[in-house]
Protein backbone atom coordinates (compact mmCIF):
# COMPACT_ATOMS: atom_id res chain seq x y z
CA UNK A 1 0.00 0.00 0.00
CA UNK A 2 0.95 3.42 -0.84
CA UNK A 3 0.72 7.03 1.49
CA UNK A 4 -1.58 8.01 -1.62
CA UNK A 5 -3.60 4.96 -1.21
CA UNK A 6 -3.75 4.79 2.50
CA UNK A 7 -5.11 8.44 3.06
CA UNK A 8 -7.82 7.86 0.14
CA UNK A 9 -9.04 4.86 2.28
CA UNK A 10 -9.21 6.70 5.24
CA UNK A 11 -10.72 9.60 3.95
CA UNK A 12 -13.54 7.31 2.33
CA UNK A 13 -14.05 5.42 5.44
CA UNK A 14 -14.58 8.38 7.80
CA UNK A 15 -16.43 10.66 4.44
CA UNK A 16 -20.34 10.55 5.82
CA UNK A 17 -19.48 9.47 9.05
CA UNK A 18 -17.54 12.37 11.17
CA UNK A 19 -17.49 15.81 10.13
CA UNK A 20 -15.56 17.52 7.28
CA UNK A 21 -13.31 19.10 9.42
CA UNK A 22 -12.78 15.70 11.48
CA UNK A 23 -11.80 14.11 8.36
CA UNK A 24 -9.44 17.05 6.60
CA UNK A 25 -7.57 17.09 10.44
CA UNK A 26 -6.96 12.93 10.81
CA UNK A 27 -5.68 12.98 6.96
CA UNK A 28 -3.61 15.58 7.51
CA UNK A 29 -2.20 14.17 10.87
CA UNK A 30 -1.47 10.74 9.22
CA UNK A 31 0.29 12.09 6.23
CA UNK A 32 1.97 14.51 8.06
CA UNK A 33 3.22 11.73 10.57
CA UNK A 34 4.02 9.70 7.58
CA UNK A 35 6.22 12.49 5.97
CA UNK A 36 8.18 12.73 9.28
CA UNK A 37 8.80 9.16 9.66
CA UNK A 38 10.07 9.16 6.54
CA UNK A 39 12.46 12.10 7.19
CA UNK A 40 13.36 10.08 10.32
CA UNK A 41 14.50 7.50 7.22
CA UNK A 42 11.88 5.13 7.99
CA UNK A 43 10.72 3.24 4.85
CA UNK A 44 7.24 4.33 3.62
CA UNK A 45 5.84 0.54 3.72
CA UNK A 46 7.57 -0.25 6.87
CA UNK A 47 5.36 3.08 8.43
CA UNK A 48 2.44 2.20 6.73
CA UNK A 49 2.22 -1.21 8.20
CA UNK A 50 2.87 -0.03 11.38
CA UNK A 51 0.02 2.33 11.20
CA UNK A 52 -2.08 -0.52 9.84
CA UNK A 53 -5.86 -0.99 7.89
CA UNK A 54 -6.82 2.66 7.35
CA UNK A 55 -10.55 1.36 8.00
CA UNK A 56 -9.91 0.59 11.58
CA UNK A 57 -8.39 3.79 11.93
CA UNK A 58 -11.41 5.63 10.79
CA UNK A 59 -13.89 3.14 12.84
CA UNK A 60 -11.47 3.92 15.76
CA UNK A 61 -11.76 8.11 14.69
CA UNK A 62 -15.58 7.64 14.61
CA UNK A 63 -16.28 6.38 18.05
CA UNK A 64 -14.08 8.87 19.51
CA UNK A 65 -15.59 11.92 17.68
CA UNK A 66 -19.27 10.34 18.23
CA UNK A 67 -18.14 9.73 22.15
CA UNK A 68 -17.05 13.83 22.61
CA UNK A 69 -19.83 14.82 20.63
CA UNK A 70 -22.53 12.63 23.56
CA UNK A 71 -20.19 14.73 25.85
CA UNK A 72 -20.48 17.97 24.34
CA UNK A 73 -24.28 17.44 24.23
CA UNK A 74 -24.32 16.31 27.48
CA UNK A 75 -22.11 18.84 28.72
CA UNK A 76 -24.05 21.97 27.24
CA UNK A 77 -27.16 20.13 28.93
CA UNK A 78 -26.02 20.67 32.23
CA UNK A 79 -24.76 23.69 31.47
CA UNK A 80 -27.98 25.60 30.19
CA UNK A 81 -30.18 23.26 32.83
CA UNK A 82 -32.61 26.13 34.31
CA UNK A 83 -30.43 28.99 33.99
CA UNK A 84 -31.44 30.70 30.32
CA UNK A 85 -34.60 30.65 28.34
CA UNK A 86 -33.32 30.68 24.37
CA UNK A 87 -36.58 29.35 23.32
CA UNK A 88 -36.01 25.56 24.38
CA UNK A 89 -37.59 23.36 27.35
CA UNK A 90 -35.90 23.99 30.38
CA UNK A 91 -35.24 21.11 32.55
CA UNK A 92 -35.72 21.87 36.37
CA UNK A 93 -35.01 19.68 39.34
CA UNK A 94 -37.54 17.42 40.91
CA UNK A 95 -36.95 19.39 44.52
CA UNK A 96 -38.09 22.58 41.84
CA UNK A 97 -40.61 21.14 40.56
CA UNK A 98 -42.54 19.50 43.28
CA UNK A 99 -42.59 23.24 45.48
CA UNK A 100 -44.18 24.67 42.16
CA UNK A 101 -46.67 22.34 42.25
CA UNK A 102 -47.54 23.08 45.90
CA UNK A 103 -47.48 26.42 45.02
CA UNK A 104 -49.84 26.19 42.42
CA UNK A 105 -52.34 24.33 44.18
CA UNK A 106 -51.99 27.05 47.05
CA UNK A 107 -53.11 29.14 44.52
CA UNK A 108 -55.82 27.92 43.52
CA UNK A 109 -57.48 26.96 46.68
CA UNK A 110 -56.59 30.57 47.37
CA UNK A 111 -58.69 31.67 44.04
CA UNK A 112 -61.38 29.43 44.67
CA UNK A 113 -61.80 30.52 48.37
CA UNK A 114 -61.53 34.51 47.37
CA UNK A 115 -64.48 34.07 44.91
CA UNK A 116 -66.88 32.12 47.01
CA UNK A 117 -66.00 34.19 49.83
CA UNK A 118 -67.23 36.98 47.45
CA UNK A 119 -70.18 34.75 46.64
CA UNK A 120 -71.20 33.60 49.74
CA UNK A 121 -73.34 36.76 50.90
CA UNK A 122 -75.10 36.45 47.43
CA UNK A 123 -75.59 32.73 47.64
CA UNK A 124 -76.68 32.11 50.89
CA UNK A 125 -79.91 34.71 51.03
CA UNK A 126 -81.11 33.40 47.58
CA UNK A 127 -80.48 29.93 48.42
CA UNK A 128 -82.60 30.72 51.66
CA UNK A 129 -85.36 32.05 49.86
CA UNK A 130 -85.53 29.78 46.69
CA UNK A 131 -86.53 27.10 49.83
CA UNK A 132 -89.07 28.91 51.55
CA UNK A 133 -90.58 29.46 48.27
CA UNK A 134 -90.83 26.11 47.51
CA UNK A 135 -91.36 25.00 51.51
CA UNK A 136 -94.58 27.06 51.43
CA UNK A 137 -95.52 26.44 47.94
CA UNK A 138 -96.38 22.66 48.87
CA UNK A 139 -98.19 23.33 51.71
Do not use: C
Request: proline share 3%; no cysteine; net charge positive.
Amino acid sequence: MTRLKFTEELRKALSGRVSHTTVNENVSYYENYIDSEIKKGRREKEVLEELGDPRLIAKTIIDTAQGEEAEAVEREAKASSGKTFSGRMIRLPLWLLGILAVLLLILIFKVVGLVLGLLMPIIIPVAVVYYLIRYFRRR
